[in-house]
């Protein structure tokens, strides 16, 4: 019976270095891919085109909704990797949880209306708080998230493609054509992507500290 208890301890200890190891390993590819996208932007090419023959107020905004969609990828692929057991507790959801814990939802949200908060507000955040402990043990399969990852990876690459090219006086609109297939194609990604537009929804409940100081919340 000892050795057994020892057993399982040992596996138990030889695990969880593996679980943070994937993490650190599925950051890592999100982070390559980052990189190659940054490159493309340093050496000129696209950005540097628009930087020196557009007023930077008026960069069309084709580039602009493109690069946007961009970096909500890696956002969302970041997302996946980082909650892959699980999407801990916020500051603000902890914060909502032990009062409503320790004071019961009456009483709570009486004190929040007297700092100001909004019965709509106050509604937010509790279902915020509701939501987030629901999410909190939700896992991921890996295979899936690197299933996501490589049908980023190819929209990201075409982006670099696009990034690092000089476009040409005579074939801009061939060049923005390119640019808004491109943003369209990551749409239909985000929206039909399984974790991708998992991560999309998760994310969209994400509240925030807001006029609230540290010291009302003490």
Known sequence: MKYIQISAQTIFLFIMPLIG???????D???????????????GGMWGYFEKNFNLKKIPVEAIQLDSRINKIFFLLSHLCETQNGIPLTPLAIYISKNLSNKGQDKFKDELLLL???PQQIKEW???????KNRASRTLISSKISKAMVQSSALVMRYVQLAEA???????KEYFQKMKN?????????????YL???????????????????DVG
Do not use: M
Request: charged share 25%; aromatic share 10%; with cysteine.
């Open 182 to 194: 491109l943003t369209i194609d990551v749409d239909h990604l985000l929206s039909n992507q399984p």
């Open 197 to 215: 537009s998992q991560a999309l929804e998760e994310t969209s409940h994400f509240l925030y500290w807001d006029d609230l100081s540290e010291g």
């Open 29 to 43: 590819k999100v982070k390559t891919l980052e990189l190659k996208r940054n490159h493309a932007i340093s050496i």
């Open 126 to 132: 509790f279902d915020f708080c509701y939501y987030s």
């Open 116 to 118: 100001g908060k909004t």
């Open 21 to 27: 190891n994937a993490e650190t390993t599925c950051l």
């Open 166 to 172: 000089i476009p040409h006086r005579n074939s801009l």
